[in-house]
């Protein structure tokens, strides 16, 4: 297994990085907030998780060893696969998943692309004695603190491949950006917008829809 890599990143894309590591470029899948953090040049160190299938060998890195512990303990529940898994982890922070795991929060579950009110009633049964209590940080609803940031307007076009991503159409794309664009440009006028953020309050606007 993979445990981690470490390098100067050569590439960042809308849902992969690529870590240099001595001389070999290592494809990296991730969320839109690790992805966000990474700087092209600038060295890093992530976290990873191999999944091996018959026909691929897909490596996906995280923030943190938690994130990657919980990306883990997703995918022993029916019907989560890492795709799903890394989705779920988009979309809440890992104690977030573990709150509503415990509390039965059905509501925040679905608010994952791909599940159900019945998927997620069976993530609940089938995680509850698994993911173990939160560690700490905010409550589920609660406000999202910086995760990553993007200049200009490329905020855009990572938070429309991430949705892109996990699922949505093009024109569900389009509308939650245009929902969101707001946010984005206050966020602008004190710093840059925060990708991580951002997606969330799209992904809270598609849930509704």
Do not use: C
């Not at 894309?13 to 990296?28: H, N, S």
């Amino acid at each position: 297994m993979i445990a981690f890599v470490r390098g100067n990143v050569a590439s960042v894309g809308l849902d992969t990085a690529v870590v240099e590591v001595a001389g070999v470029g290592f494809e990296v899948r991730a969320t839109p907030g690790t992805l966000a953090d990474l700087r092209v040049g600038e060295p890093a160190t992530l976290p990873t998780s191999l999944v091996v299938r018959e026909d691929s060998l897909t490596l996906y890195g995280f923030a943190d060893d938690d994130e990657r512990t919980v990306f883990e303990l997703l995918q022993t529940a029916s019907g989560v696969g890492p795709r799903l898994a890394q989705a779920m982890l988009a979309v809440h922070r890992p104690d977030d998943l573990r709150r509503a795991v415990a509390t039965d929060d059905l509501v925040a579950l679905t608010k994952v692309p791909g599940i159900g009110k019945k998927g997620a009633q069976r993530i609940v049964l089938e995680l509850k004695d698994r993911l173990g209590a939160p560690t700490g940080g905010r409550p589920v609803g609660g406000a999202a603190p910086v995760v990553g940031v993007a200049a200009g307007a490329e905020w855009r076009e990572q938070v429309r491949g991430a949705l892109l991503g996990l699922g949505w159409s093009t024109r569900e794309a389009e509308s939650a950006l245009d929902t969101v664009a707001p946010v984005a440009e206050e966020q602008a006028k004190d710093s840059v917008p925060d990708v991580a953020a951002l997606l969330r309050a799209a992904l809270r606007t598609l849930s509704k829809a």
